[in-house]
């Protein structure tokens, strides 16, 4: 686990970088996928209050069944994800990529018991309500030194080659791939100097993703 900002950890993984999991304060911040659960909890010091979810994807809330109930803590993410975790929604969006993806890393489903919404404050970040990828995808940033943690709404590596870079989500990943790219919009308007994504390294490079946002809207 590395320290990428104060009160900012990401945990390590295997491959490095390719599914992300962080800690703000005493807040975990997505859940790998459901083979990360050893690591998690390998890694990490202290009980954490609260897991908190960027958006309900397999490589996102798999462990997260495993850790909420050995550590007792309760699960929070945005209610239009929300039905998704609980079961009563199927993941979207419902398709081939999406189904074998669940097969490979997906966890059991869970109670929410926290709905994220615009404006929330959570370990010292605001809540972004960044749909898209998801309709109850959600960001996180800091104003005093400019963190975001985007989740997917970017990816700072392509996914199949894993070379570091800026790459929008797949189609096949995403319920709105226009909505999406409002979302990055909305990010770029941020004015992050840290951005941190559900995969790929940390990008400190703000010159570079501004100008891949400005591509995206031209």
Same mark, same amino acid.
């Given at each position: 686990?590395?320290?990428?900002?104060?009160?900012?950890?990401?945990?390590?993984?295997?491959?490095?970088?390719?599914?992300?999991?962080?800690?703000?304060?005493?807040?975990?911040?997505?859940?790998?996928?459901?083979?990360?659960?050893?690591?998690?909890?390998?890694?990490?010091?202290?009980?954490?209050?609260?897991?908190?979810?960027?958006?309900?994807?397999?490589?996102?809330?798999?462990?997260?069944?495993? *850790?909420?109930?050995?550590?007792?803590? =309760?699960?929070?993410? +945005?209610? #239009?994800?929300?039905?998704?975790? $609980? %079961?009563? @929604?199927?993941?979207?969006?419902?398709?081939?990529?999406?189904?074998?993806?669940?097969? *490979?890393?997906?966890?059991?489903?869970? =109670?929410?018991?926290? +709905?994220? #919404?615009?404006?929330?404050?959570? $370990? %010292?970040? @605001?809540?972004?309500?960044?749909?898209?990828?998801?309709?109850?995808?959600?960001?996180?940033?800091?104003?005093?030194?400019?963190?975001?943690?985007?989740?997917?709404?970017?990816?700072?590596?392509?996914?199949?080659?894993?070379?570091?870079?800026?790459?929008?989500?797949?189609?096949?990943?995403?319920?709105?791939?226009?909505?999406?790219?409002?979302?990055?919009?909305?990010?770029?308007?941020?004015?992050?100097?840290?951005?941190?994504?559900?995969?790929?390294?940390?990008?400190?490079?703000?010159?570079?993703?501004?100008?891949?946002?400005?591509?995206?809207?031209?």
């Amino acid at each position: 686990m590395r320290q990428l900002a104060p009160d900012v950890w990401q945990l390590s993984g295997f491959p490095p970088n390719a599914f992300n999991v962080y800690v703000i304060g005493d807040v975990l911040i997505d859940a790998g996928t459901r083979w990360a659960e050893r690591r998690i909890e390998r890694q990490l010091t202290a009980r954490p209050r609260m897991l908190a979810l960027t958006h309900v994807h397999p490589d996102h809330q798999g462990s997260a069944h495993a *850790l909420c109930r050995r550590w007792d803590i =309760p699960l929070a993410c +945005h209610e #239009a994800d929300a039905p998704v975790m $609980a %079961g009563r @929604r199927r993941m979207q969006p419902d398709n081939f990529v999406m189904r074998c993806s669940k097969r *490979l890393f997906a966890g059991p489903t869970w =109670p929410v018991d926290r +709905h994220l #919404a615009e404006g929330d404050e959570l $370990a %010292g970040f @605001r809540v972004l309500h960044t749909p898209g990828h998801t309709a109850g995808h959600v960001a996180l940033f800091r104003e005093r030194d400019r963190v975001a943690i985007i989740g997917d709404v970017l990816n700072g590596m392509h996914l199949l080659t894993m070379w570091p870079g800026l790459h929008e989500p797949p189609r096949y990943f995403s319920t709105d791939w226009a909505e999406n790219r409002r979302s990055i919009q909305r990010v770029a308007e941020l004015e992050p100097r840290l951005l941190l994504f559900g995969h790929g390294p940390p990008c400190h490079d703000m010159l570079a993703f501004q100008r891949f946002a400005k591509r995206l809207g031209e």
